[in-house]
């Protein structure tokens, strides 16, 4: 489609464009609205700057004249030959900032929109966003508001608020791509913005080589978190084996629990089942864990008896090269409605009925989190670290190849799970980005994602991992924060279900404070501002030299005394999320003393910062012997925020 047809469209549509003339290519230009831009109409050419063919800013016909003999000369040197279905465009110059509307037709995510700064240097700038072409208008002003130039949308340096316009730009260009199914892609660059809205004075639409669009079925999926009646099948009494770790853990279930090995005998006093059919009582729930030759036949077996929830630990499918098997699981779960996890997964683990179907740690202490992971081996360290630190779980997912269930199912039924408030998701790909982002704006409660595979490196390796396609990062991110997701920068922060706001850090040395407010800044949360009834409060118990400001720098000759008194006055305040005890090895400071005070009850979490070495090594094996979460680098305490 031409330029000045395209024009038509976007104008019809309800996009402000500017006056525009189509001219033949030998036809005098004949207009009465100077100042132009002239560019070259080819069906030859996709990008006209790239060949020389735009001219701007022409006054007059001669200048006008003059330039169609210079766009011409230019399109001769790049070989590419007009004829007489090739013109001229004349558009009317519109004088404002430079924006880039677009877009694309991303593999996972489906079509997304990017908007930001615009103009020749748009891939130079990179100072865009990425909005799904269904997200709302709250969704839509979080996104503008992670570009650098939302700034001006805002009101910058006294010119008129105007983010309203710039929202209602974002959802004409959502309503304009959802009634016209057939567009692929489009660029919209640039896009004018002035004091009279947005103006796109160029255009670029790809449109789809074919235009049936399959029809999406959603399934209505039992519920995975029901188990009831679970088998473990290739329960070993090897202790080497994957299948003794799983049956170990599982003893603790509340339920019935049935353990298969077909050599039969005992487990710690249970029986071993020889075969299913031995079993007279219906499955809802299995854990495979034999050979993955005989993971679809066994899945087939148990079809019939009931089972509903299926957990694939078993490797060597899709990760090894083996879709063919990876897709009968896919159509076994869709004809017989199963809820398949895996395979190649660690495992699951469910918290009212004590359900423990993992070969990672047996000590999981029950809590209102839940934990998804891709990868088994970054689940099992995180599992081992909240042992270590007292963190519980409601739920942990190891979600593997994901032939079946993926995040927006698993998320999907968090979401109307009691037991679980806050989700924490560690991923390496994902499929069906559409359904993910709707399970995550559906999901009320606080979530939290790291996603590995942000370099072209970390892609391929997390590739031939998992199988799954990770997509570009930029886009990833920008559009999971979007939707209201928090994503962190280390796998240990997937642990802490709060995102914390407003901090207060106590501590009795100046510089490491100023480190820490550097590190909450950096990472999106903020010091909380001390008020007068704060100082007041806080003048009455401290030298008269400590700081008076948030870091709260009580000195560094204070004692457990001092830091008790600061840290209740601290604790009273409403509005502070989270509390740094920041402490450094001084010789007048009883460390292991100090930590002791978060054997008390607080109002807010109390996190301690050890800086040093042999001098904190008492307190911090205090801390480990009582399950406290701490840290000893002020980096890897700011990382979880």
Sequence with gaps: MLESELMHLLSSAGFQTPRFKHIALESPIEIDFYPIALKIESSKIIHKSDVGGVEISLADTSQAEAARQQILNHIAKHNIMLDSQDGFIATAMIQGEELFAGVVND?????????????????????????DIHADEAEILRALRTTKISKLFEGFRGTTPMMGEIVEFIKNLQN?????????????????????????????????????????????????????????????????????????????????????????????????????????????????TIPSSHVIETIETLIPKGAKNIIIVSAGFKEVGDTRSEERLSELARQHNLNIIGPNCLGYYESTRSLNLTFGSSSIKKGSLALIAQSGAVLSSLMDKATQEGIGFSHILSAGNMADMGFADIITM??????????????????????????????TKPIRVYKAGKSPQARKAAFSHTGNLSGDYPM?????????????????????AQNFENIAVITNAGGPGTIITDVIIERGSKLYTLSDS????????????????????????????????????????DDVDLIYLLITPQMMTDTLNIVQLLDQPWNKPVFPILLGGAMMSEALLFLRKHSKPCFTTLHEAGAFL
């Design 534 to 573: 704060d100082l007041q409060a806080l003048d009455a118990i401290l030298p008269s030299n400590w700081s008076r400001n948030n870091p709260i720098d009580i000195i560094g000759d204070a004692r457990s005394e001092r830091f008790e008194a600061a840290l209740r006055c601290v604790d009273q305040i």
């Design 107 to 131: 593999p996972i995510f489906g079509q997304i929109i990017l908007f930001g700064k615009g103009g020749v240097l748009l891939e130079l700038y990179r100072d865009v966003c990425y909005i």
């Design 414 to 443: 968090l979401t109307d799970d009691p037991e679980c408030e806050a989700v924490s998701l560690y991923a390496e790909g994902i499929q069906e980005g559409k359904a993910f982002l709707e399970a995550l704006r559906r999901c």
């Design 476 to 496: 990833f991110r920008g559009l999971l924060e979007s939707v209201g997701v928090k994503m962190v920068d280390s796998i240990e922060a997937l642990l802490y």
């Design 176 to 288: 304009f791509i959802k009634t016209n199914p057939t567009i692929r892609e489009c660029d919209l660059n640039p896009v004018i913005f002035n004091a009279k809205g947005l103006h796109v004075v160029d255009a670029r639409i790809d449109y789809h080589a074919n235009t049936q669009n399959p029809a999406s079925t959603v399934r209505i999926r039992p519920n995975f978190f029901e188990n009831r009646n679970v088998a473990v099948i290739g329960a070993s009494n090897d202790p080497n084996k994957v299948g003794y770790a799983i049956a170990h853990n599982a003893l603790s279930f509340s339920g019935k629990l049935y353990l298969v090995n077909s050599k039969g005998g005992t487990f710690e006093g249970h029986r071993l089942y020889c075969s299913l059919d031995e079993i007279e009582d219906t499955i809802d729930t299995a854990v495979i």
